[in-house]
């Protein structure tokens, strides 16, 4: 048994499932097989009332390393499909090479890298695919590079993992899992952040239910932006908005351009905001609706952006 290459050392398919909360307003469902050295599986992210599923499908070497990642996205009950359709990671020996397919372009970049495992959001298949492979090297402790195959401009992750006995595991610094013999993740929490492995489920008609249970709420959303209606603000009202915004890690910079103000996102291209009110600006795709605050002496002091039915507050810098 020990000669055998690691990926192919379980013939027969086994099938993982896990459940994950983020907070109180995201839920995430997990599910994969694998057989012999292909992992198929799907991970879909409840945010009411949004569905977000990726279907993914990973082939490992026979050293037990991923040498192929791809990923297909879609929306179900949203009212336009996403913007990105796919992507793959095509991973060598030093090197990864991902494409993005979208609607308008084909994005092929690549980096120098050596033995990743794809991390993608909450989607723990790679972190379990390497601590699995760290047991059957029995190896207490290693050094895993964790690449985030939807984000290409991001870096790496070296994450320190170590084994601290047969059934708990460190990941980075923070993230402490509950393992079983063999390194596969059983469960782990870690601040807002909760996991459990369960038993297999009917992942399509769970899909099929809560985009049911969401349509009245998507629908109403969509009525509301479709009745946003653009009004001119003078470049005097429209400059009190230009400046920098920061909700820890991230920085937003909005900037002034003729009559219209842009939203400067990390690393994506700068987008239009169209106003609606003094103090209220829209954008339709994505859908966003921007609010900015101020004190009682008018001076902006912050903003909020709300997405569906989410909002998150980011406050001005200095």
């Known amino acids: 048994m020990a000669c055998l290459p690691l990926a192919l050392i379980a013939q027969g398919a086994t099938q993982t499932a896990f459940v994950t909360t983020v907070g109180k307003d995201t839920f995430c469902l997990e599910q994969y097989t694998r057989t012999k050295n ?3 599986g799907t991970w879909t992210v409840l945010h009411a009332p949004g569905v977000y599923v990726h279907d993914y499908r990973i082939t490992l070497g026979d050293d037990g390393v991923p040498v192929r990642y791809t990923m297909k996205y879609s929306t179900p009950g949203a009212a336009t499909p996403p913007d990105l359709d796919s992507l793959t990671v095509d991973y060598d020996p030093d090197s990864a090479t991902s494409r993005f397919f979208t609607k308008r372009l084909v994005d092929t970049r690549r980096f120098a890298m050596r033995d990743a495992f794809p991390l993608l959001g909450q989607s723990y298949v790679g972190v379990e695919l ?3 492979r760290m047991r059957r090297m029995h190896l207490d402790s290693a050094t895993v590079t964790l690449q985030p195959p939807s ?5 790496v992750m070296l994450a320190p993992a170590r084994f601290f006995s047969e059934d708990s595991a460190l ?8 393992v079983g013999a063999d390194g596969n993740i059983l469960g782990l929490r870690s601040g807002a952040l909760e996991l459990r492995r369960v038993g297999p489920f009917d992942m399509s008609a ?8 969401f349509a009245p709420r998507v629908a109403a959303l969509a009525a509301a932006a479709a009745a946003r ?17 920061v909700l820890e890690p991230t920085t937003i910079s909005i900037t002034r351009d003729g009559d219209h103000l842009m939203l400067h996102l990390p690393q994506q291209p700068a987008i239009q905001l169209m106003a609606m009110s003094p103090l209220e600006f829209f954008v339709r795709k994505p859908d966003l609706v921007m609010s900015f605050e101020s004190d009682s002496s008018g001076r902006v002091t912050g903003l909020s952006i709300g997405q569906g039915e989410t909002r998150q507050r980011l406050t001005r810098k200095d």
């Open 38 to 40: 292909v992992i198929s």
């Open 229 to 245: 209606v653009e009004i001119s603000l003078p470049a005097s009202q429209l400059d009190r908005f230009v400046g920098e915004y």
């Open 130 to 132: 390497a601590l699995m």
């Open 171 to 178: 990941v980075t610094q923070n993230l402490r899992l509950h």
């Open 206 to 213: 769970l899909i099929d239910g809560f985009v049911t249970a």
């Open 151 to 155: 984000e290409p401009t991001r870096p």
